[in-house]
Each structure stands twice: as C-alpha cells, then as structure tokens.
C-alpha cells in the first residue's frame, strides 16, 4: 500500500480537467463529426489551388514571359536573360531594329538555371542569346543550392511549363539533382508547394503602398524595358548598405569558380545546338564595390575571357566596369543613364558578332 | 517524430490501435512504455539506453531512500542521484560550452594550447527529464512522496513520451498517482480542440511568422527599427506558439491516453509584472526552479539583499538551462533583475504609499501590462540572436527608435511584412478572446455543434493553406 502522499507541499500546477456533461459515446461521434469537418475544410482549401495561376505574385513575370514565347513575332531575334541589373539596365527598345526585335526576358533574381529552362521554349525566329550573369556567380564561392530555387521552379510549372528531356539534361550541369524535384512533380504535389503564391499575394499588395520607389506592374508585364526601380537611393542607405555587403564578403575568397565555367560552357552549346548565337554579357558592378573582388580574381576573370574559356572572342562581353557610380540607383541596379550605357555597349557587340 | 508529422500519425494509431487491443491495466502499461521508447529512439536509439539507466539509477535510489531515516544516509542517496544527473546534463549539454570558455579565459592569462574540440550530440530533451528525475528524488528525500515500488510505473513517468521531449515538466506527485490507477482512453472535443489548437498555434502562426523573425534577425544591421519591431514581436509570437503549441498537443495526447499533465501556459503576454509573468510563463519550470533552486538557496527569508541575489541567480541558472552560450545567461539574468526591480519598487512603494491595492484602474494595468511586454521583448531578443554584435545592433535599434520607416534597399522577394502583420493580428485577436474567455478550446467545446463543424472546416482550410512547406522543429527541442 502507498504512503498518502503529501502534494500539498509541493507548488505544482493546479490541473483542470475538462468537465464532461456527455455521454462518451456521444463525445466521441460529435469529435468524429469535427474531425470529419477538418478534412472537409481541407478539401475545400485544395480548390483554391484552381485559381493560384491568376493570383498576382513576385514570379508572375515568368508568365508574362512564357506567354511572349509562346506567341511569338516573327520579328524577334534578339533576347536578354539576366537577373533585376538586368531588368534596370537594359533596354531592348533600344536594342531594336526594325527587322530585328529583341525582348528583355529577365526577371527578378533569375538565375542561369532558370534562363536556362527559358530556352525550350524560344520560337525558331530568335537567332542571339544574350546571357547575363554577375561577377559574383562567377568569381565567388556560392551554394550551389541558390542555382534554381524551388519557388521559382515551381512558378514555372504552375504556369503551365514542362521542361523537355534536352531541358533537364542542361540543368543537371546547372544545378543540383534536388532542386530539380519540383519540375518533375505530379500536378497535385505542384499545387501544394505553390501555396507561397497566396502569401506573397498578401505582401506585394502591401509593397505597393510601402515601396512607392518601384514600378512592379512594369517589372510584372514590360518586355522591353522592365525597370522595376525608378529612382536613386538615399545616399545614407546606400552606405549602410555597401558596408553590408562588405561585411557579408569578409569570409569568402574570390576565385574563378570551375562550375561556372562549365555551366557557362553547357548552356552556350545547348544554344549553339539550336542554331543561335549564345553571348555572355558579365554585369556592370557598381564601382564603390569594386574592392570585394580581389584584383587576382578579376585578373583572372580577364585572362579566362581572353583565353576563350567562356567563348569564342566576340561573344563575351564584360560590362563590370562599364558603369561609374552615377549611373546607379543603388548597390547594383543601373538607373536610367546606366541602361543606356549599358544597351549601347551590348548593342555595340551584338551588332559587329 | 514531431507531434504534428505523418510518422506520428501513424505512431498515434498504432499506439491507439494497440490499446484498444490490451486492454489490462499492465498491459496497456507495457505498451506506453514500448511506445514511448520508440518515440524517443526515433531520433536516436543510443539514448534510449541513456533514459533507461538513468531511470533505474533514480528508482533504486528512491527505493533506497524509502528504506532508510538515517539523514546522512539519506543526504549521501540525494547527494548520489542529483550528481549522477547532473553529471549527466552537465556532460552532455554544457561541456563544450564549459572548455570553451576555460580556453578562452587560459588564451587571455597568456597560456598557449591547442582550441579544444567537443563533439557531442545533445540527447534531445535531456534537460526535461532530468529535471523529472531530480524532483522525484529530492521529493522523496524531503519526505513529500514515497518513492513508488513499481519499475513500471517509474520508468513511464520519466519517459511518457507527450511530456518526454519538450515538457510540461511533470513532478512524480502529479503523474505517478494517476500511473497507479486504471486509465480510460477518452476522445471527446474538448481534447480535440486543445490538440487542433496546439497543432495551428505550431503550424500555421509560429512556423509561418518565423520567416520574417529568421530574416531580420540575421541581418539586423540592415533593417530599420520599425522593422526590428515587428520581427522581435514575431518572435514573442513565435516562441509562445512554439512552445505552448506543443505543450497544448501533449496535454491533449495524454489526456487522450487518459492521463493529466500540468498546465504550462496561462496568456503571459497578459501579465502585468515579471512575477506574474513567470506564474504564466512556463509555468512547470519556473514552479520547477522556485522548489528545488530559489527556496533551497534561501528564498527570501534571509534578508533583502540575499533575496535579490538569490532570485538573479535562480534566473541566471534558468537561463543556462535553456542553452550553453552567454544569450541565454543574459537572458536569464535580465529576468533575475526584472524580478529584482519589482521587488525592490513594491517593497518601496509599500513603505511610502501603504498596502497596494489589489484592484488597480484599467489604465494603470494596461500601463503595466504595455511595460512589461517591452521588458520581455528585450529579453526576446537576447534569447534569439546568439551573435553579441548582431544582438547590440537589435537591442539598440529596439530601444532608440530611428523613425525611419522607409523600406527601399530592402529586396523585392523578401518582404513579408503584410502576410505577418496579419498572422500576428489575427492571432492577437485570438489570443484576445481566449483570455476573456479561459481558454479557446473550452469556449469552442461549449458553442452549438453547427458552429464549432464550421470553426473546424475553417481550421482545416487554414492548414491545407498555410502549412509550412519545410518541416520546422519545435524551438524547446533543443534545450
């Protein structure tokens, strides 16, 4: 027998057990019911899944870009794949003849991964890629992860995309096998993860009040010039913001990555196989950043383009130090004077190749 | 196994599957405690053996402390077993963080040497278990419970696997009287809601406002105050759900199973001192600590200094429970000396004003609640950057705000500033209601059937849409 045990003494929490006036039968089919409702409120959540390729999100640019691909002019030929410098800084008006009209097909954070699924889907008018891709993707260590995010991956298929066999066989040099899955998923397994399109719906309404310096509508829907930021930043944020990235750069070497070469390397052969000319295009850096590369790295990124190891001479073009810091907005992105630098020189070198 | 992944879902049906099937008081025993083990080796199998030993040391302790009246013997069995667990905690959890900082403190008195190199994996929820195992001992040896005779029931309270990863830390006196009697599984709403609730507080507010915290805090030099602001309180709101999330689901696997564990949370953003924060925070381990740590150290019956040296350091240690590394220290300690203030400004205002009033105006208790918060949210941001640069930035920005409430320079992708905003609003409203009302899940489990069916078809739309894409564990888990 037990000793009757003196918990008064001890100061542990009272516990209130639920009062139960039911029957426990009754308990349990009324808990079954509510159980039952749960999966219904569930089920009702996947119908949403019916309407998440028309919700607005920071990715909707990449159905504005299939959707141009898909309805091709047959005047195009020229096309520009890059990231938001890219956006900014080139204008494909500009770039345009008469004959010959060209598309700025970047996007915010695109990556050469995601340039890459982009290919597949060029009508046979397009005769020059142009590629552009930041100094630091190629001079600086970097998770090899960043190379295709799953959101941005799972954007593509939400708008209706499927990368062919050639495809995939491109991305296995440009990204890692994992981050792949999400080309590959069932239709189901693609509306669960697209559920960030809901949330980022919340917050881009809200960026529209709070950010009054960037034109999404334009970065969701131009062609031609996208330019999604329309003004210079505050000189004050502009400092906070370079000793950041200085800082961010303390721990890591810069050295020519073999990776990038080799990447370089695929997606130039996988447009040369399709007939079109493939020119890389090393995007401006804003001057006062110039110190986060090691001249080594830089010397060797000049003996790498000379030597032919990104491509025949004629199709690189390095534009790192094209720009002075007035033709900037902020750390990275060219403002108006900038992209018109920057198109002049790209139209310089797509018109003598 | 996390309470709120497939592998538990099938683990809870086997489990119930299992008790249906055996039905004997033992028996069902029997299959607790394998079911239990395997819950706790899912992560880890080696330290199933760690629990095992450690509950056969403290069982044959108790039975030895039972058996003898003699103090020194009885001082030397206690001395014995909150050594061994504390070795043990002390072995696992705080020897890395130990030899670090011996190395440090030898490298500044101009001693040469190799850093030293600690690799050991931390046996997840250790620090809980441990301190089950040193009540049940000192409980015992202060002769408030017996020491129980059956392995069985011993061995299942240490390792009931809802209180065994991340609490409610439950004392001997609450679970093992409840272990000596037939249990009835039960399923009826009020357990449902309490588990839904835990499962949404976890899922859908903790996991979701975490990605604002995470990317704030990680640069906190590049956001401006208002943006420190929001990310500290989703962080308050993140760790709260977090954590009462799960103890809320634990509290509803075991009542389920047809056993109580202790409350552990009661709205502590609701509180309007930090002694009345500690009575809703965490409850089981701030009761844990005053018993075995802040009374035993004296309390407060040794004078006005030694009481405030004797709450800093009780904090202090709760602190470092939490983690080895200096945050969680200064964390402690900033609460220590929070608990000193008001002492010290009661014992005052006592002397000068006379008895205070127990009911004070709406004001001044929306005054104290409003203080408290921003007391506590410093603190939160000591528990969440462990970086003391990163920290200084947040806590600086915290306390001197810069007015600045322009957000260019900040990327396009990483805003989450709406999407959290109204998670955090419509979790405050929540939270709001709950405490005019005692609890959500008993005010659920008392409207008409019509309404709580669609409360529910509303959480269940909730989940499918708001679920977190990565599994995320549960913060306490690795304390």
Not at chain 1, 143 to 170: C, H, M, W
Not at chain 2, 8 to 24: E, N, P
Not at chain 2, 164 to 186: D, F, K, N, S, Y
Request: include cysteine; hydrophobic fraction near 50%; aromatic fraction near 12%.
């Amino acid at each position: 027998m037990t000793a009757p045990l003196l918990t008064d003494k001890i100061s542990a929490p009272t516990i209130a057990p639920d009062s139960q006036p039911q029957q426990p039968v009754i308990q349990f089919w009324v808990s079954i019911a509510l159980v039952a409702s749960v999966l219904a409120g569930a089920g009702a959540g996947l119908l949403i899944f019916l309407i998440l390729p028309i919700v607005p999100n920071d990715l909707e640019r990449t159905r504005t870009i299939l959707m141009a691909l898909r309805s091709p002019r047959p005047e195009l030929h020229t096309v520009i794949f890059g990231d938001s410098v890219i956006m900014n800084g080139v204008d494909a008006g500009e770039l345009s003849t008469e004959r010959n009209a060209a598309m700025n097909l970047s996007s915010s954070g695109q990556t050469l991964a995601e340039s890459a699924l982009y290919y597949q889907e060029l009508p046979p008018s397009v005769t020059t890629v142009v590629q552009s891709v930041r100094l630091s993707t190629l001079v600086c260590p970097q998770s090899r992860e960043a190379a295709l995010k799953p959101q941005a991956a799972n954007a593509f298929r939400v708008y209706g995309y499927k990368p062919t066999p050639d495809t995939l066989q491109l991305l296995n040099v440009l990204a890692p096998a994992e981050s792949l899955t999400p080309l590959k998923e069932n239709v189901l397994r693609c509306a669960i993860r697209a559920r960030w399109i809901l949330r980022q719906w919340l917050d881009i309404s809200a960026r529209q009040l709070l950010r009054p310096d960037m034109d999404m509508d334009r970065a969701a829907c131009d062609l031609l010039f996208p330019s999604p930021f329309t003004r210079p930043m505050e000189p004050a944020k502009l400092k906070v913001k370079f000793n950041w990235l200085r800082r961010q750069h303390e721990h890591g070497r810069c050295t020519l990555g073999v990776n990038a070469a080799q990447s370089i390397a695929a997606a130039r052969k996988h447009c040369e196989r399709a007939g079109r000319r493939f020119i890389l295009l090393v995007a401006p850096v804003h001057p006062e950043l110039d110190d986060l590369y090691e001249p080594s790295a830089r010397n060797e990124l000049k003996q790498a383009i000379q030597s032919g190891r990104f491509g025949p001479p004629g199709t690189v073009i390095d534009a790192t130090q094209l720009l002075n810091a007035g033709d900037f907005y902020d750390e990275e992105h060219p403002g108006a004077d900038g992209a018109h630098k920057l198109t002049r020189f790209i139209k310089q070198v797509v018109n003598e190749s | 196994m996390l309470f709120h992944t497939y592998t538990f879902l099938i683990f809870s049906t086997i489990l119930f599957a299992a008790l249906a099937v055996f039905r004997g008081f033992t028996q069902r025993k029997i299959v607790l405690l394998a079911a239990s083990y395997v819950f706790y080796m899912w992560w880890n199998p080696a330290f199933g053996a760690l629990v095992a030993v450690s509950t056969l040391v403290d069982y044959a302790i108790g039975l030895a402390l039972n058996r003898t009246d003699e103090p020194r013997k009885r001082k030397a069995l206690v001395a014995i077993s909150v050594s061994a667990q504390l070795g043990l905690l002390m072995y696992f959890k705080y020897a890395g963080f130990l030899a670090e900082n011996l190395f440090v403190i030898s490298r500044l008195l101009g001693f040469e040497g190799p850093a030293p190199t600690f690799n050991i994996t931390l046996p997840i929820g250790i620090s809980f278990y441990t301190f089950a195992t040193l009540s049940y001992s000192i409980d015992i040896y202060r002769k408030q419970i017996p020491a129980t005779r059956s392995l069985l029931d011993f061995a299942l309270f240490i390792i009931f696997f809802p209180h065994l990863i991340a609490g409610p830390i439950v004392r001997a006196a609450q679970l093992i009287p409840q272990l000596e009697r037939p249990a009835r599984l039960t399923i009826n709403p009020s357990i449902l809601f309490l588990f839904l609730g835990g499962l949404i507080k976890k899922t859908l507010v903790a996991d979701n406002v975490a990605v604002m915290a995470d990317a704030v805090y990680a640069n906190p030099e590049q956001w401006p105050s208002a943006m420190i602001w929001l990310a500290t309180i989703a962080f308050a709101v993140q760790i709260y759900c977090d954590f009462s999330g799960y103890s809320d689901m634990a509290i509803a696997i075991a009542r389920a199973l047809g056993y109580e564990l202790p409350v552990n949370f009661r709205h502590p953003y609701f509180a309007i001192n930090p002694s009345d924060f500690w009575r809703r925070w965490h409850i089981t381990l701030s009761l844990w600590l005053k018993d075995y740590l802040y009374i035993p150290l004296g309390g407060n019956r040794h004078g006005t200094l030694r009481t405030y040296a004797n709450l800093t350091l009780t904090m202090l240690l709760g602190g470092l429970w939490h983690g080895a590394s200096w945050n969680f220290a200064l964390w402690g300690l900033w609460h220590g000396l929070l608990l000193v203030a008001h002492r010290a400004y009661r014992q005052i205002r006592e002397r000068w004003l006379g008895p205070l009033q127990e009911q004070s105006s709406f004001l001044s208790r929306t005054a104290a609640k409003l203080l408290m918060q921003y007391c506590v949210l410093i603190s939160w941001i000591m528990f969440r950057v462990p970086d003391a640069e990163k920290m200084l930035i947040a806590l600086r920005k915290f306390v001197f705000f810069d007015m600045n409430f322009s957000l260019a320079g900040i990327g396009a992708g990483s805003l989450f500033i709406f999407s959290t905003t109204l998670l955090l609003s419509g979790f405050a409203a929540l939270h709001f209601w709950s405490y005019k009302h005692n609890g959500l899940h008993a005010c659920l489990a008392r409207m008409p059937l019509k309404t709580t069916m669609a409360a529910c078809a509303a959480a269940g739309l909730a989940l499918i849409l708001l679920w977190p894409l990565q599994e995320a564990p549960f913060i306490y888990f690795q304390f």
